[in-house]
């Protein structure tokens, strides 16, 4: 590009009207180059994965020392588990709290959200609790006048699932959402059927089912987890992950729920173990995308939750209108067009209705073109 600006220069001299023509030419020249770029995008897939209610301060801290002894907490039942992840710098915490994410994922990408070092993502519905969470990450935008908590109404706005699907002219196989909690089967999209969704004790319905599916599909009704609407974490999991190398989606959300089920029942001992199965369950997905032809260097991972937590003794299991700091959430962006500065400090203010734009983006498209969109492409993950 360079090479043909100072040949057109060379050749297009002598009068005043061609040397303004080449004045416009050179000034034009970089922003041509810069709008190519914006749409030449290396990503080809998005796989974003949800933590439900999982704290920026377990992400960015490890285990918790206001928690880790508390008889409240089911702690006093777990020595072996505290010095397994008890290190004196939250640095050193995470690490042993999420040794994959911290020591392999983060560096390759762009970790927001550690209020610590003066990174804050937070939610700008107003409710903090699942739903509005969900549907604001999928959709760039809170609707607080209609989606009033977690009550099971379908979703009022297309999804950036729905949105995607018909823009990339997709088969609706290739976009696809895996959830363990029930309700996503009215969050993830706006008209039943649009995209392909399994969520809580649901069979995958599917003629060519592989051996691997049929089991899974079959062991969620023997192992049965204490919420009624929450199936395991494993289950969902694993059958993303078979979904994911059978049918080849360009979209996949994985909703994990378990580690708000155990802190609203108190048991931190368990929040910290499906903390762990998340990292375990990330380095599994990753290890796979950079294995397959279809998925390596051309797949972002996108990483988040649907809302905080409180942060003392008597509130850390519970979030909502009344937890104010249940408001901050935290995203974690890896892939092809992300630069790889891990943690970020010291950045400015990025908000969940960002993820929906950001995800268009990545996708190569404008976000503008989505209707009613309110968020805005999250420019610290993105390469320019
Ligand atoms: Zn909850």
Redesign the pocket.
């Given at each position: 590009m360079s090479a043909q600006v100072s040949n057109a220069f060379v050749r297009l001299n002598g009068t005043m009207l061609q040397m303004r023509r080449v004045f416009v030419f050179a000034l034009c020249v970089p922003l041509l180059f810069a709008l190519q770029l914006d749409a030449a995008r290396k990503t080809r897939n998005v796989i974003l994965v949800t933590a439900?209610?999982l704290r920026w301060q377990e992400l960015f801290g490890g285990i918790d020392p206001l928690l880790m002894n508390e008889q409240v907490t089911g702690m006093e039942q777990a020595p072996e588990l505290r010095a397994k992840l008890w290190r004196t710098t939250p640095e050193e915490r995470r690490k042993a709290l999420m040794p994959f994410f911290w020591n392999e994922l983060a560096p390759k990408g762009v970790v927001l959200g550690n209020l610590e070092k003066k990174s804050s993502v937070r939610v700008t519905n107003r409710y903090h609790?699942?739903y509005p969470g969900y549907s604001e990450i999928l959709t760039g935008r809170a609707q607080d006048d209609v989606i009033r908590g977690n009550v099971e109404i379908q979703n009022p706005t297309p999804t950036v699932l729905q949105f995607l699907r018909e823009k990339l002219e997709l088969e609706r196989s290739k976009v696809a959402l895996f959830g363990s909690w029930d309700t996503f089967s009215y969050i993830g999209e706006s008209q039943p059927g649009s995209i392909y969704i399994n969520t809580g004790y649901r069979e995958h319905a599917s003629s060519a089912i592989s051996p691997r599916m049929r089991e899974l599909s079959a062991i969620q009704f023997d192992m049965l987890a204490p919420a009624f609407d929450v199936r395991h974490d494993y289950v969902t999991f694993e059958m993303a992950l078979e979904y994911l190398k059978r049918e080849e989606p360009r979209l996949l959300h994985i909703a994990l729920g378990e580690t708000?089920d155990w802190a609203?029942d108190k048991r931190y001992d368990r929040v910290l173990g499906m903390i762990g199965y998340l990292d375990r369950s990330l380095n599994v997905l990753w290890r796979w995308l950079q294995s397959s032809p279809t998925y390596r260097d051309s797949t972002t991972l996108l990483i988040t939750c649907d809302h905080g937590r409180g942060s003392t003794l008597e509130d850390w299991t519970s979030?909502g209108e009344k937890i104010p700091e249940s408001q901050q959430i935290w995203v974690a962006i890896v892939g092809p067009d992300t630069p790889a500065r891990g943690e970020a400090a010291d950045a400015p203010e990025f908000l969940q209705r960002d993820i929906a734009p950001t995800i268009i983006d990545l996708m190569g498209l404008d976000y503008r073109d989505y209707p009613g969109v309110l968020g805005k492409p999250i420019q610290a993950a993105l390469s320019h």
């Open positions: 439900d209610g609790v699942s708000d609203h979030h």
